[in-house]
């Protein structure tokens, strides 16, 4: 995770050094030429200001996340990003520019919320519920509000959390079977 937000960073400087030439990798929506755009744009924000407010519950859900294994945070992470870039191409206003990891924010907050429930491990559920506490409040920002936020990135990147929840759920390990269990029909 600290890999990935250091990943950020230097998008953002590099962006802001060449006055935002990045920003071309963001997401305007319903143009066939923009799907190529769906992955990049979670990777770009429109300044610091943007970058610093995603970059500690990145790194936290992110992190929460991958105790589970890399190959589950990338198959997490990937999902939310094509559902969320998918959403947002579908239904953001016209002539909009949308970049920032908070659409991949919210997916991992989903996911760490639905997750408990589907592997049905209590952990996980004290994970998820410890999740809702600290970042619960975020949830309103699915909402239309301000139309220099993406309500939309929000509310799809959260769906594309809740899908891979289920998507890769854990499935359930059966104890071995003794002989005298073996006789039970």
Known sequence: MVGWIALLWVLEIVDAATGGSLDTYGLSP?????LRDVIPMAFLHHGFGHL?????????????????????????ALTIMVVGGLGVWLTAPDHSNTVGASGVI?????????????NRRARD????????????????GVLP????????????????????????????RRAPMGPAAALIP
């Open 30 to 34: 319903r143009s066939p030429g923009e």
């Open 145 to 172: 509000g301000d139309p220099s936020i993406s309500w939309q990135g929000h509310l799809f990147g959260l769906l594309g959390g809740v899908l891979a929840a289920f998507l890769f759920r854990e499935r359930a």
């Open 52 to 76: 610093v407010s995603n970059t500690v519950p990145l790194l936290v859900l992110g992190f929460l996340v991958a105790l589970s294994g890399l190959r589950r945070l990338v198959s997490v």
């Open 125 to 140: 559920l004290v994970v998820g519920l410890l999740v809702l506490a600290v970042y619960g409040s975020v949830l309103w």
């Open 106 to 118: 919210f997916g991992l907050l989903g996911y760490l919320l639905v997750r408990g429930f589907v």
